[in-house]
């Protein structure tokens, strides 16, 4: 089972070999970046460890006459125009002979972490971008593997020979270059952008095409008489700061192939700013609930600090300190920024999930952080529905006003129940 392969680590005291603080690349951009992306990755998990699911079409989400949608299908499902976000119902109408796949989600964090492990061996600098997909400076590693392709090569087979799993790698001058450069010949594909080709290549694509360019972006754009991503690079940077502001200017800036903002236009930003705490507890821990109280205790104080110097996150990480003093450290992506202890909370309960179960090896410390830090006021800040923004401003109220009576009055004063829980046992 690959969810106890998890939490063999611990078991084997296989340490985690990634740096405590992720490293990322630099904002001076490096010259040559690297994006692997797996294909479509649920389901070649799904078919690798399921022969029989080979050749047929495969669809990973709701259970097959659910109302729930695709989380993502295999290229033989996308060739009857089924894709992720899709209805199940409407995937029976379009391939009714598609093998449907509950998912599966421990399963699908180990490979990724097991990925990350094997590109940190081919450079020193790994940013994991998501579940599945990462971009690694290659500007001083490549020329010693043969050159940018060569390099490019080695790091799909060691990904197919050691995971079994294909994945589509693009290499440029920029993480954007690179991440098109990914999607162009998907699957099992490998594309090297030469500088001088961005504009060749990718000049005629709509503006829709750029990672992180959605319909909202669109939009303004198109009202800009802007529809490609060569109208983007001819537009004047006036126009484009006064309409779109700053968003706008670096993506123009990052097609020209000037460096240092594309990662804004990724609405990615790779701060290594990051915020928590961490217990070290008086005996060592064997009971989930004890763990999970103080997992609770722990993001609502990382949160609290976050609030404090006006931040919103993305990234969490759970950190684990085994009995014999082993440290290990497993982290994901939330779906949006935020500052919410709850947030926080249940991906890190989902990270423990994939590494810990009673039974295991005794915790001695456990540790919450969150990273990607940004101010929401730089541009990507969490965005609400309409429907959903008075919900969370009564919410942001209440998290301030119980933070301001945390100062005055200490730590015990308020607190989820099942945080003091933890506090009053002094566990
Ligand atoms: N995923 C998800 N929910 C989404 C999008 C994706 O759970 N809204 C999951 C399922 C995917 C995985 O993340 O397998 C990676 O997402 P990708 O967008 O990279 O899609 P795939 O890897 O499935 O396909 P591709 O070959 O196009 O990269
Ligand atoms: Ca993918």
């Known amino acids: 089972m690959m969810r106890a392969e998890v939490r063999d680590r611990i078991r084997k005291g296989v340490e985690d070999d990634s740096p405590r603080r992720p490293r990322t690349l630099s904002k001076s951009n490096p010259a040559l970046v690297l994006h692997v992306d797996m294909d479509a990755f649920f389901a070649a998990i799904e078919e690798r460890d399921n022969p029989s699911l080979k050749g047929k079409p495969v669809v990973v ?24 976000g899709m209805s199940i119902a409407e995937v029976e109408r379009r391939c009714p002979d598609a093998i449907h796949v509950s998912t599966k ?28 997909e990462a971009f690694l400076d290659a500007t001083g590693c490549s020329h010693l593997f043969g ?7 080695q790091i799909k087979q060691a990904i197919h020979s050691e995971l079994n799993l294909t ?13 098109m450069a990914s999607g162009l010949e998907k699957p099992d594909g490998l594309t090297y952008v030469k500088p001088e080709d961005v504009g060749r290549i990718f000049g005629p694509m709509t503006v829709r095409t750029i990672p992180g360019v959605g319909p909202s ?38 097609i020209k192939g000037k460096s240092g903002a594309e990662i804004i236009a990724m609405e990615e930003r790779a701060e290594d700013k990051s915020m928590g705490h961490e217990h070290t ?10 763990l999970l109280s103080r997992l609770l205790y722990l993001s609502e104080k990382a949160t609290r600090r976050m609030r404090k110097a006006g931040y919103v996150g993305r990234v969490v990480t759970l950190k684990l300190r085994t009995h014999d003093f082993r440290t290990y ?9 935020t500052d919410d202890p709850l947030k926080v909370y249940e991906l890190a309960h989902e990270l423990l999930n994939d590494l810990w179960r009673p039974g295991d090896k005794p915790i001695r410390l456990i540790g919450v952080s969150v990273s990607g830090l940004v101010r929401p006021d730089e541009h ?18 209440l998290l301030h006003a119980v933070d301001q009576m945390k100062d005055q009055y200490g730590e015990k004063v308020l607190g989820m129940a099942a945080s003091l829980e933890s506090l009053r046992k002094g566990w």
Not at 115 to 120: C, E, G, V, Y
Not at 167 to 179: E, H, N, T, W
């Open 167 to 179: 994945a589509s790698v693009g290499i440029g001058p920029s993480r954007i270059v690179a991440k």
């Open 147 to 153: 050159g940018p392709e060569a390099y490019a090569n």
């Open 329 to 337: 450290d497993h982290q994901r992506k939330l779906d949006e920024w």
């Open 217 to 254: 972006t669109e939009i303004s754009l198109n009202k800009l008489n802007i529809y490609t991503i060569d109208d983007l690079a001819q537009a004047p940077m006036s126009m484009l700061q006064k309409f779109m502001g700053k968003h706008g200017r670096d993506l123009a800036e990052t």
């Open 380 to 397: 990507h800040g969490v965005q609400h529905n309409l429907f959903t923004a008075a919900t969370h401003e009564r919410r942001t109220r």
């Open 105 to 132: 989600g421990g399963k699908y964090s180990w490979v990724s972490v097991q990925l990350m492990a094997i590109l940190r061996r081919y450079s020193p600098v790994v940013e994991p971008y998501s579940i599945d």
């Open 281 to 290: 507890f008086h005996v060592d821990v064997t009971d989930l609930d004890m």
């Open 61 to 84: 989400g709701g259970p097959k006459g659910s109302r729930g949608v695709v989380t993502t299908a295999n290229y033989v499902a996308r060739e009857y125009g089924v894709h992720a």
